[in-house]
């Protein structure tokens, strides 16, 4: 039964499911995600405390400050995975290790300055993202270890879970700690 909380802290509104075929009605659904995702992570944090920014979301898990610091960072690194599928046959990409990011100093900061961060990217990402065609959305990177195909339509997708899968860890903090 902990391993069952646990799960559900982690993943709160599940692991990414991603249609194996993608409709023009999936992407515009989650280009819309995106789109609106700064201004719903802001809203959601703007009236909280230093003390309530430095709660984790779950046991042994990241806080809101680094939540919001990740999301800036995870979304940067999508863009680039974008261009770079843009400009390049099939390039292999590079991970990052993310939960080492979290402990860099930077994840201390305001985290207006991942607010803004995240304002100027998702309007550029979006921008490029509408003008992508159905041939553009088809070409892929290669993740090093897997060796697996992602094709830019399912990188939007994962990247429209992933911003409702952190908001949603925010959100249900809020809830738990009745902080609304």
Known sequence: MENESLERLKYPIGKAQIPEIISDSDINKWISILESFPRKIRLI??????????????????TIRQVVHHVVDSHY?????FKWTLTEDRPVIKDYREEKWAELIDYEAPIELSLKALESLHVKLVYLLKKLTPEDLKRVFIRPGSLEEVSLEKNIGIYAWHSKHHYSHIANLLMDKDWL
């Open 45 to 62: 944090t703007q009236n909280l405390s230093e003390e309530q920014l430095d709660t984790p979301y779950r046991p042994d898990g990241w």
């Open 77 to 81: 690194n999508s863009y680039i995975r």
